[in-house]
């Protein structure tokens, strides 16, 4: 029996690895992290915050997230509705990615290039070829 290939006429070579054609132009769409948006809005609302209070409150927001799937674990208080624990997981997550926005904006980053390259590095990782490190 031939063995079948995976890829499709749909599929393109990006670092080595064949992606679909819709999860690349999904992740190009995906990459707009407004962060310049993000550093107005928090100076006007917020002004002079430190990187320490960002990452509190990158922390209380991690809390939150990690209440919300642990009630759905459990099956208790709010998990009781599906579809608004996804949300609240959703909404949790986002706050999640917003607080580390604006840490790398008030840091001096650029979260579109420092997270393009961190893809880009974790990608490259093979734990099941390599335990101990990850990469060849």
Known sequence: MPVQSHS????????????????????????DLKQ????????????NVTSEKLVLGMAEE???????ILKRAQKIREAADEQEVQ????DGFADCVIFGIQ????????????LAKTIKDVLKRDWLSNPSKGVK
């Not at 310049?36 to 002004?47: G, K, M, S, T, V």
């Not at 991690?62 to 919300?68: A, I, N, P």
Request: charged share 40%; with cysteine.
């Open 8 to 31: 499709r006429e749909s599929d393109k070579d990006v670092d080595g690895q064949k992606l679909p054609l819709q999860s690349i132009e999904r992740s190009k769409r995906a990459m």
């Open 103 to 114: 840490l790398m904006e008030n840091e001096g980053l650029d979260a579109e290039k420092v």
């Open 36 to 47: 310049r948006e993000l550093a107005e809005w928090q100076e006007r609302n917020f002004r």
């Open 62 to 68: 991690v809390g939150e997230l990690c209440h919300y």
């Open 87 to 90: 949300e609240q997981i959703a």
